[in-house]
């Protein structure tokens, strides 16, 4: 039977957080809903957390598979998802308990192919928790003169041209029409870090009605070593370059590389530069520093 939504969890070795995860889940005001939980060949205690809870909620839906990163824990999620819509939950994150009934609503008022929401920002050294990220959430729709037409109905990627890859990628704030995803053929590029940007990009490219519900309600952790975008591991930066193809690739399948090309290039040539400037260790930074002059020759680093 049909749930109203589906929450794909992907799981690798997070036993330190995955009761929160799973706790902000069940007790959902949405109680319609599917929890898939891929188990990403965990060698911790992830995997008995996750029993645990499905023993005592038949909403919870365990998947084990070997280790094959995030994307493929998603994609398999993906795959049996049966919700009317999908949503998305890190396992070393949370969500309010309001999540999913009110990014559902938004949605079917709307009939929305698309709704996203602002973002708890939780830092783990400090324990502070902020809204105000200027990237993670809503405030580049905020920044808009025209705001009310993002957040007083449905947009589509015409209201949003101007200011495309400054949209928030992650998939954790979004719930998506799950129709709309398998119509589409929409699924996370295995095998790369940062594929959050080419999901999005195909989501925005194609979506033709979009909403917001201007709340903070997913909770995500800054300052973990778990997570392999924010944390210790500089040779996932080095896909960056193959990221950025694979989007071109997006773009002119989708015959709009020309609209976009300009912003496109000051995207790609100012995110290279920011994640250079990041990067600790010497060997990939080198050979960081190699395959962006080989791009941009003219460029000081």
């Known amino acids: 039977m049909s749930k109203k939504v589906s929450v794909i969890v992907p799981v690798y070795n997070t036993d330190k957080y995955i009761e929160k995860c799973?706790?902000?889940?069940?007790?959902?005001?949405?109680?319609?809903?599917?929890?898939?939980c891929v188990n990403d060949g965990s060698t911790d205690n992830s995997l008995s957390v996750m029993e645990q809870f499905a023993k005592s909620d038949n909403r919870i839906k365990i998947i084990t598979t070997q280790n094959k990163g995030q994307s493929c824990a998603r994609n398999t999620g993906l795959k049996i998802a049966c919700g009317e819509y999908t949503g998305f939950l890190d396992s070393d994150d949370y969500a309010d308990k309001t999540m999913f009934e009110k990014l559902y609503t938004n949605a079917k008022q709307n009939d929305s192919d698309m709704v996203m929401c602002n973002v708890n920002i939780l830092n783990c050294q400090t324990g502070s928790i902020s809204s105000n990220d200027p990237y993670f959430g809503l405030k580049i729709f905020e920044e808009q003169k025209d705001r009310d037409i993002f957040f007083d109905g449905v947009f589509s990627l015409n209201q949003c041209s101007d200011f495309l890859f400054r949209i928030c990628v992650v998939p954790w704030n979004k719930?998506?029409?799950t129709d709309f995803l398998k119509k589409n053929s929409i699924k996370f590029t295995e095998g790369l870090s940062f594929e959050d940007n080419i999901f999005c990009l195909e989501l925005l490219l194609k979506a033709e009605r979009i909403s917001l519900v201007?709340?903070?309600?997913?909770?995500?952790?800054?300052?973990?070593s778990h997570s392999l975008t924010y944390g210790t591991n500089d040779n996932s930066k080095l896909d960056l370059f193959e990221v950025f193809n694979k989007m071109e690739e997006v773009l002119n399948c989708n015959g709009v590389f020309n609209r976009f090309e300009e912003y496109f290039h000051t995207h790609k040539r100012n995110t290279l530069?920011?994640?250079?400037?990041?990067?600790?260790?010497?060997?990939?930074?080198d050979l960081y520093k190699k395959r962006l002059l080989q791009l941009y020759s003219d460029m000081i680093v």
């Open 22 to 36: 799973l706790q902000s889940l069940v007790e959902q005001t949405l109680s319609d809903i599917e929890i898939i």
């Open 175 to 177: 719930l998506i029409k």
């Open 214 to 224: 201007n709340e903070p309600l997913p909770y995500y952790r800054v300052g973990s």
């Open 273 to 285: 530069l920011y994640w250079y400037k990041k990067l600790r260790d010497s060997k990939v930074k």
